[in-house]
């Protein structure tokens, strides 16, 4: 099993910039990929980035492309996303999840953690 804990989370105006972290435990030596997700009110959950635990191979969804990026320090468990240029439509949860495979869908991803409260304001 695996354990994933984000953090980072907050208020920022549009514009800004913010960094999330996610600390995996457990059985790391067990992850393929981790990804981030978001959800915002009303809205599905939908895939932001994912990045393979051992190799750093990337993948983004549109929308985030040239302002996020999804990265890893191989000596931690941690993964971050640097959220740049953030929009006010960027407002969501943010989840971060851990795949047998490099894949966008979320149910591919077998561990979640809790979720971090992401709010741009206009």
């Known amino acids: 099993q695996v354990q994933l804990v984000e953090s980072g989370g907050g208020l920022v105006q549009a514009g800004g910039s913010l960094r999330l972290s996610c600390v995996a435990s457990?059985?790391?030596?067990?992850?393929?990929?981790l990804g981030w997700f978001r959800q915002g009110p009303g809205k599905e959950r939908e895939f932001v980035a994912s990045?393979?635990?051992?190799?750093?191979?990337?993948n983004y969804v549109d929308f985030v492309k040239g302002r996020f990026t999804i990265s890893r320090l191989n000596a931690w468990n941690t993964v971050d996303l640097q959220m740049n240029d953030v929009k006010p439509e960027d407002t969501a949860v943010y989840y971060c999840a851990v795949a047998n495979s490099i894949t966008t869908r979320t149910t591919e991803y077998r561990y979640w953690g809790q979720g971090t409260q992401v709010t741009v304001s206009s």
């Open positions: 457990g059985r790391t030596s067990s992850i393929y990929a």
């Open positions: 990045i393979k635990w051992n190799g750093g191979n990337t």
